[in-house]
């Protein structure tokens, strides 16, 4: 892929162990990387943790390849009546795409049924579950790595919209056909798996646009507007979106987790604008 001439971006590579141990010179590369691009890769080896997801996602691709394969029937099905305009729990098709949002209070809520969940994904439920938990407490890792003053608006006791999401993004036969997704992430952390060349993001000190491949046993991460917020600019929401480099239709599966603010916090900032 490298060979056929297409921009890539080279972020830097976080270890997640070694923040664990609070390793200066990681902790100085996090804090550029947050500040510079916003964008950066997680490295999930040799941490306990991290190597749970890792070893769990395997499993959990077959099952969402498996789920959304299914007739569009069937999926309409698991759309949620039941949540906030602004929420994308349940099933959702958009444009171009397919998700199933789980939230994480509703992961770890005590004595809570997963009778609304489709059987596929009641069948590996330990797997999700211990996913989420993983993905959860590498972004707590990384946000007070950052500042504690950050992890206090995202206690894991406290409502808030966090979820993971299992996502459905098709390449398309002709890449003059794909559809402008830029954007930039309303949450706090975006944490994401996908197999495919397919995130393309603006780099600032550029301002040129370059795909970031995929990397073997790494999570891709990207500061989101909630934390930009809090840090009071110094850390960066980069632009970014789904796409292609080339022509070629192919089915694109993605496992994103969204660490997103206390609903509190969201209601303040709601109420003061």
Known sequence: MAD???PIAQPSIISLAKLRLKDSGELALLDKAASNTGLFYLDLRGDAEGERVLAHLPDIYAVVEKYFSQPKEAKAKDTRFDIKASQDLGYKRGYGSESFEISRDEVTSA?????HLPQLFQDVWNKITEISAGCDGACLMLLNSLSTAYAVHHRADQPSDTGLKLVLHPSLAKLSDAPDTTHTDSGT???LFY???SIHALLPDTNLWAFTPPLE?????NIANS???L???????PKHGVTQPFDGAKNRYYLSYFLRP????IEKWDAAE
């Open 217 to 221: 046993g790494c999570a891709l991460v």
């Open 262 to 265: 206390e609903t509190v916090l």
């Open 231 to 237: 840090s009071g600019g110094r850390l960066h929401s």
């Open 4 to 6: 056929r001439s297409i």
């Open 189 to 191: 952390l975006t944490l």
């Open 195 to 197: 197999k495919d060349w």
């Open 227 to 229: 934390l930009q917020r």
């Open 111 to 115: 004595g809570a049924s997963i009778s």
